[in-house]
């Protein structure tokens, strides 16, 4: 009896790291974007987007409602001091064009920053 319950511990605490692995990976939300952005040369119009971020490929995705990848791009997560309230992002604008440079999760403790990032930026929250 007693091995069947070691066993049977041990099984649900593989599965919780499992699981906790499979999270961390990856992170997604829905963003409302009010301006015209740009992400990797795309331009995408204002409206509401899935954004997501895939930490093993290190990749930032947006996608319309329908599911459909309308722009992806190289990114890095880096630490932030504390948790985000709220999910944000920040753009800056190069070249006259409005850049969207990195989104900040809710509940995280990193952001997502575009490609090399630098630059003016403006901070907005997500709605």
Request: glycine content about 10%.
């Amino acid at each position: 009896m007693r091995k069947q319950i070691v066993r049977v511990v041990t099984g649900v605490f593989i599965l919780a790291l499992a699981c906790t692995a499979a999270l961390a990976s990856g992170k997604s939300e829905q963003l409302n974007f009010h301006e015209d952005f740009q992400l990797n040369g795309t331009k995408i119009e204002k409206g509401t987007y899935k954004v997501s971020y895939d930490a093993k490929s290190g990749e930032l995705s947006v996608a319309d409602k329908e599911g459909k990848v309308v722009a992806r791009a190289k990114a890095r997560a880096e630490q932030s001091e504390k948790k985000n309230r709220y999910t944000t992002f920040t753009t800056g604008t190069e070249n006259g064009a409005k850049l969207l440079r990195s989104v900040s999760f809710a509940g995280e403790r990193q952001s997502i920053v575009v490609g090399e990032g630098g630059g003016p930026a403006a901070t907005s929250p997500a709605q």
